[in-house]
Nanobody
Framework: QVQLVESGGGSVQAGGSLRLSCAVS????????MGWFRQAPGKEREGVAR???????AYADSVKGRFTISRDNAKNTLYLQMNSLKPEDTAMYYC????????????????WGQGTQVTVSS
């Protein structure tokens, strides 16, 4: 059974940092693409950062220069270092795995975690 388990969320003040982790189990090999998505109350889920097994990386414009995505294939773990956090970063953060295509489309991702809450206060 495939499992993606996020951790590292919490409450911080604006300007603070958090590091999210996503542990992947139950998959044979490392997924081609892994991504971080977030969903704020009343809003659609949106892509934040994604990375392929070749370390091709993309960020949403809203987080460029503040967030860093990385993956450790040996540990089957995905990370998201979030610096200079803003109140508008408040959301549930999800990690997801895509086997073939690496994009912002939710439909490309066939495995999702349960999410970890990030709350940034001003």
């Amino acid at each position: 059974q495939v499992q993606l388990v996020e951790s590292g969320g919490g409450s911080v003040q604006a300007g603070g940092s958090l590091r999210l982790s996503c542990a992947v189990s139950g998959l044979t090999g490392s997924p081609y693409c892994m991504g971080w998505f977030r969903q704020a109350p009343g809003k659609e889920r949106e892509g934040v950062a994604r990375i392929t097994t070749f370390n091709t990386i993309a960020y949403a414009d809203s987080v460029k220069g503040r967030f860093t995505i990385s993956r450790d294939n040996a540990k089957n773990t995905l990370y998201l270092q979030m610096n200079s956090l803003k109140p508008e970063d408040t959301a549930m953060y999800y990690c997801a795995a895509a086997p073939v295509v690496c994009s912002w489309s939710l439909h490309d991702y066939n495995n999702w975690g349960q999410g970890t809450q990030v709350t940034v206060s001003s």
